[in-house]
């Protein structure tokens, strides 16, 4: 009796050791865009490149290199909406710490939203850019977007626009 209840002792201890094992190998697996996908609807705070970003996340693009966070204007006290390259987040706070299936949760973002579609459908809206390697923001309405690039109108006339790559913005902020 004392020998079974050893061997049993010895196999439980096993098991919990296999179960830690996996639950490890599971969070080696872990993206942040999984991560983030499991943040949809909650608050999250966020440094942005030494900016702090807090609100709602809204939704991870399909490709998960955009969230979509809204939030308040702590001085005008309006909302807005965020695009946040998810390559420029230094840290987050607020991510639920529930473990996904990697490979599910990363299917499930390709039906996320498409950061083109929704920067076209900003179009007219003001907004403010925060780009790399830029000390200064780019404020202004925005007049295209293209494939790669979204043209930011900054002034009177078409010579006052300003053609920003994709690839170099780190946040665009609309007021709503």
């Keep these: 009796m004392q020998a079974q209840a050893s061997v049993q002792a010895q196999l439980d201890q096993e098991v919990v050791a296999e179960a830690a094992e996996l639950a490890e190998a599971q969070w080696s697996e872990m993206t942040l865009a999984a991560r983030l996908f499991q943040a949809r609807g909650k608050e999250v705070?966020?440094?942005?490149?030494?900016?702090?970003?807090?609100?709602?996340?809204?939704?991870?693009?399909?490709?998960?290199?955009?969230?979509?966070?809204?939030?308040i204007d702590a001085q005008t006290g309006r909302a807005y909406e965020c695009l946040i390259r998810t390559g420029c987040i230094n840290t987050a706070r607020g991510l639920p710490r529930g473990l996904a299936p990697v490979a599910e949760a990363l299917?499930?973002?390709r039906i996320g939203?498409?950061?083109?579609?929704?920067?076209?459908g900003q179009r007219g809206n003001r907004v403010v850019l925060k780009i790399h390697n830029s000390s200064q923001h780019v404020l202004g309405r925005v007049a295209a977007v293209g494939r790669d690039f979204i043209e930011i109108e900054t002034g009177d006339g078409i010579d006052?626009?300003?053609?920003?790559?994709?690839?170099?913005?780190?946040?665009?902020?609309?007021?709503s």
């Design 107 to 109: 299917s499930r973002t």
């Design 160 to 175: 006052v626009r300003l053609v920003v790559a994709l690839s170099s913005i780190i946040s665009m902020k609309v007021s």
């Design 113 to 120: 939203f498409r950061e083109g579609s929704w920067l076209r």
């Design 45 to 71: 705070v966020l440094d942005v490149y030494g900016s702090c970003c807090s609100g709602i996340l809204i939704e991870l693009s399909a490709s998960g290199e955009f969230i979509l966070l809204q939030g």
